[in-house]
C-alpha cells in the first residue's frame, strides 16, 4: 500500500495569493476503510546555529524557535472506503485566503546554512486505532506574491571595483607585494533573481602569472540570540570568469546565473536576517598553493587577491 502527492505544477512554484492543486494517488491491494483524508499546510523559519560556529552560546540554541508563516489543514473527503487498485483523489487548497491576517509575512523558499524557509504539503489518511494512518510529505515553494514585488526595474548602475596589492589586507606572496599587480572591473550589485549576475573584469598587470579568476557566491545568514546576533558566512557557489594567464588589458565578461533555492529576495527581519555578497577571487600561480590545494577558496591566502561586493537580490514583476 502506497500514497504518493501530486501537484498540478512540475516546477512546484506557488505565489501566496494562488490555489495550490493536485493529486493524491493511493495504491493498495485490497479496499480500505478510512476515518477521513486531511491535507495540512505548514510553512516556517527554521533556524539553528551550528555548534562549531556559536561556540559559547551553544547553550542558546533553543532560544531560536522556528518561526510559523502558516498552518492549516482542511478535510478532503470525510470517512469512507478507498477502492482497491490506484485511485486519484483531487484536492485544491488556497495558501493564504483573500484578507486572511497572517501569523507572518510569507518569506520565499529558502536553503541556507543555518536558515531554512520551508513550505510543506502533508496528506493524512487516519484509519482509527487498529491500523497505522497512511502519511505522505512534500515540499513546494513559495515566491512573493506579484502585489508585493518591486515594480521598479533593477537599477542598471555598475559598482567598479579594483584590485591591487594595496588594497588587500591579508599578507601577499613577496614576489606579488614588490611586483604588483592591477586588476579593474564593474558589475551589478543588485540584482533581479531570475537574471544572472553581469558585468567585466580587465587583468592591466600582474608581476606573477594568474592561475584562475572566480566569482563567489556567498550567503550571510544572521540569527538573534538572547541579546547577540550571530552571523556566519559560506559559499553558495563559485563561478570560474577565467582559467589560466589571461590576457593583459582584454576584457572579460562576468555572467554568474543564480541558483534558485539557495538564493531568495534579500531578507532583514527582526529575529533573522539573509543578505549576499559576491567575491571576486584572483589565484596566482605558486608552489605555495599546490601544498595547500585542498584550502577553503574564501579565507584569505597568500597567493589570493580578492574583493567582496555587497549583492540585494530583488524579485521584480
Not at 518569506?107 to 496528506?123: C, S
Not at 533573481?193 to 580587465?202: C, R, Y
Request: one cysteine or more.
Amino acid at each position: 500500500m502506497s500514497i504518493e502527492l501530486k501537484l498540478s505544477r512540475i516546477n512546484r512554484v506557488y505565489r501566496p495569493s494562488e490555489v495550490v492543486e493536485g493529486k493524491i494517488i493511493v495504491r493498495s491491494s485490497s479496499s480500505i476503510s478510512h476515518y477521513g483524508i486531511r491535507l495540512s499546510v505548514n510553512g516556517s523559519v527554521n533556524l539553528q546555529v551550528r555548534g562549531g560556529s556559536a561556540g559559547v552560546i551553544e547553550t542558546l540554541v533553543g532560544v531560536a524557535k522556528p518561526i510559523s508563516i502558516v498552518n492549516k489543514i482542511i478535510e478532503v473527503r470525510p470517512s469512507g472506503k478507498i477502492a482497491s487498485g490506484t485511485s486519484e483523489i483531487p484536492f485544491s487548497m488556497n495558501i493564504k485566503q483573500p484578507g486572511e491576517k497572517n501569523l507572518e509575512r510569507f518569506y520565499e523558499t529558502f536553503h541556507g546554512a543555518n536558515i531554512n524557509i520551508q513550505y510543506l504539503l502533508t496528506v493524512d489518511i487516519s484509519r482509527g486505532y487498529l491500523h497505522k494512518s497512511l502519511s505522505t510529505t512534500m515540499e513546494f515553494i513559495v515566491e512573493s506574491d506579484k502585489a508585493d514585488l518591486l515594480e521598479r526595474p533593477v537599477s542598471p548602475e555598475m559598482v567598479i571595483f579594483y584590485l591591487t596589492q594595496d588594497t588587500q589586507r591579508h599578507p601577499l606572496l613577496p614576489e606579488l607585494k614588490s611586483g604588483g599587480f592591477r586588476v579593474i572591473g564593474k558589475m551589478s550589485t543588485q540584482c533581479c533573481l531570475s537574471d544572472p549576475i553581469v558585468g567585466e573584469l580587465t587583468v592591466e598587470a600582474s608581476a606573477v602569472p594568474i592561475c584562475s579568476i572566480d566569482m563567489h557566491l556567498l550567503r550571510v545568514e544572521s540569527i538573534l540570540l538572547g541579546e547577540k546576533i550571530v552571523t556566519e558566512q559560506s559559499l553558495i557557489q563559485t563561478t570560474q570568469i577565467a582559467d589560466g594567464d589571461v590576457c593583459r588589458n582584454m576584457t572579460l565578461p562576468i555572467y554568474v546565473i543564480l541558483p534558485r533555492l539557495l538564493t531568495c529576495p534579500t531578507v532583514l527581519a527582526g529575529p533573522f536576517s539573509i543578505e549576499f555578497k559576491v567575491a571576486v577571487v584572483i589565484t596566482f600561480q605558486s608552489d605555495v598553493a599546490k601544498v595547500h590545494s585542498k584550502s577553503d577558496p574564501t579565507t584569505p591566502r597568500l597567493w589570493l587577491a580578492m574583493e567582496s561586493l555587497p549583492l540585494e537580490l530583488v524579485r521584480t514583476r
